[in-house]
């Protein structure tokens, strides 16, 4: 009934910067809290920041000061500007969403997760 596409991994320097963008599609009626998370090998999955509807958003504290996350609620997307990044970056990153979709003649509501999209830092 709905999913979330991510784009905007890839491979980039120690220092360099890339923009994840979370796109959600579907018999969307609204979307809740959005969320990025990432996971590294060997690793738990780990918040990295949220997004509340109205556009306020919270970070993890290894990402204050680096990581953005923002939304454009018209386009039904979010995203991740991440700067300075550091080897410990490197994960997979997942989004997340908490979204309120057309059933029948009524809705539902529930947590939906993307495929992910690898980031790798080098050193």
């Known amino acids: 009934q709905v999913q979330l596409v991510e784009s905007g991994g890839g491979l980039v320097q120690a220092g360099g910067s890339l923009r994840l963008s979370c796109a959600a599609s579907g018999s969307i009626f609204s979307i809740n809290n959005m969320g990025w998370y990432r996971q590294a090998p060997g690793k738990q999955r780990e918040m990295v920041a949220t997004?509340?509807?109205?556009?306020?958003?919270d970070y993890a504290d290894s990402v204050k000061g680096r990581f953005t996350a923002s939304r454009d609620n018209a386009k039904n997307t979010m995203y991740l500007q991440m700067n300075s990044l550091k080897p410990e970056d490197t994960a997979s990153y997942y989004c997340n969403a908490n979204i309120t979709y057309w059933w029948g003649i009524g809705t539902k509501r529930n947590d939906t997760w993307g495929q992910g999209t690898q980031v790798t830092v080098s050193s």
């Open positions: 997004v509340t509807s109205g556009g306020s958003a």
